[in-house]
């Protein structure tokens, strides 16, 4: 392939994506963000309406002048993404058109996380069985996208935590292998950051951190406008800063950790505990259903303003602030996000991790950055890894 030709795939790679995260662009602006020529962008949007990748949306608000057409991805052209968010106790996946609207209903199952060699296997087959009832050819297929928590080489395709595959195979290949379609895996803050800069509240802007709170403590970091993977692609890992005064012992081996205090796991062991030393709580008939996971229980009851649960958030809470404001001090960032499941408490968050930066941040700097709920917080992960697909697929 000469260079022409691959500038030329690279740059109708780009168009999709660009209208893929904005939905509608004009050719100036796809001009201005493919940093190409407007007739050489004129030239490849013209042959992507040809294929049916892209149609023409009318007229752009007037500006004072003659009003450019909009362009955007036709999701009658029929290409898919397949997205996948694992966590420590459940994955779902879901299948998304180039629109990001819902092809295949999202399907869940309880997973839950260990280095249990078959689980592999049970990945695999769930993940099979779900492509294979919604009825879409492979070769519409562009990608799976799939995000984890835990050390993981997107680059490489490996994972060093879970999802261990012997002999020469990595995870990526594998299953690439076994389903038959691109597979593409990261680290699921990662993913969850690259969600909020594309789709949520980091849109636009080039420094983000993303505070994943789940059943874990995750940290996504947008440095310059693109994704910061680090020196070996683990950066990130904002969940063993040694802040716990607890002295307890971390899944990774080490105590002191800022999860084994503020991980939801954590938060649903204390509350159960609380319950058996007589406390009164909501959770004690909530957490009697088990058609919903604990963790998602006393999420619901924070919310309803249960006391056990809103003081045992909001303690965790605080020592996440205590952890952001390190952050703040180290990045100087103008945006935090805080994402992932844990961010539907919402305002409940708010209010302790502020009272910590108010007293472990340097207010110069903390004037400076600005403290947000994730508006697509319960979509994120799953938004995050068809982003992976997104970037890494070749459009045929």
């Known amino acids: 392939m000469t260079a022409t030709i691959k500038k030329y795939h690279q740059l109708r790679k780009d168009v999709i994506k660009h209208l893929y995260y904005s939905k509608m662009l004009t050719l100036t602006e796809l001009s201005k963000l493919t940093h190409k020529s407007l007739p050489l962008v004129t030239s490849t949007v013209n042959d992507l309406v040809g294929e049916g990748y892209v149609l023409e949306h009318g007229l752009a608000p007037s500006t004072g002048g003659r009003r450019a057409l909009t362009f955007l991805l036709n999701k009658q052209k029929q290409r898919y993404i397949v997205a996948v968010a694992v966590d420590q106790l459940v994955t779902e996946v879901v299948i998304y058109d180039l629109l990001n609207e819902i092809k295949t209903k999202s399907e869940i199952k309880r997973l839950v996380l260990t280095e249990d060699p078959s689980l592999i296997k049970t990945l695999t087959e769930f993940l099979k069985d779900y492509i294979s009832r919604s009825e879409i050819p492979l070769d519409q297929i562009l990608g799976v996208g799939i995000g984890m928590p835990g050390f993981v080489n997107s680059e490489l395709g490996v994972s060093h935590t879970f999802f261990k595959i ?22 699921d803050s990662s ?8 789709f949520g509240a980091g849109k636009g802007l080039k420094e983000i951190l993303v505070v994943n709170v789940g059943w874990g403590i995750g940290l996504g970091m947008i440095i310059n406008g693109s994704l910061f993977r680090g020196h070996s692609g683990y950066a990130g890992e904002f969940s063993h800063i040694p802040l716990s005064q607890s ?6 081996g080490k105590r002191g950790c800022l999860e084994v205090d503020t991980s939801l796991l954590v938060q649903v062991e204390r509350a159960k505990s609380e319950l058996e030393a007589g406390v009164s709580s909501s959770l004690e008939h909530l957490f009697k259903d088990e058609s919903k996971l604990p963790g998602d229980h006393f999420l619901a009851a924070a919310k309803a303003g249960d006391p056990l649960a809103v003081s045992i958030l909001s303690d965790a809470a605080f020592l996440i602030g205590k952890g952001m404001s390190t952050l703040i001090h180290i990045l100087n960032p103008k945006l935090i996000v805080l994402s992932g499941r844990g961010a539907i408490a919402g305002k409940i968050l708010m209010a302790p991790i502020q009272q910590a930066i108010n007293e472990f941040c340097i207010p110069r700097l903390a004037e ?10 319960l979509n994120s992960g799953l938004l995050g890894a068809a982003t992976l697909v997104i970037e890494n697929c070749n459009f045929n």
């Open 166 to 187: 012997k002999g020469d195979l990595n995870l990526k290949k594998y299953l690439t292998k076994e389903l038959g379609v691109m597979v593409s895996v990261g680290n």
């Open 191 to 198: 993913l969850i950051a690259l969600a909020e800069l594309k």
């Open 247 to 252: 002295n307890k012992l971390c899944s990774c």
């Open 368 to 377: 400076q950055t600005d403290i947000q709920v994730s508006g697509v917080a």
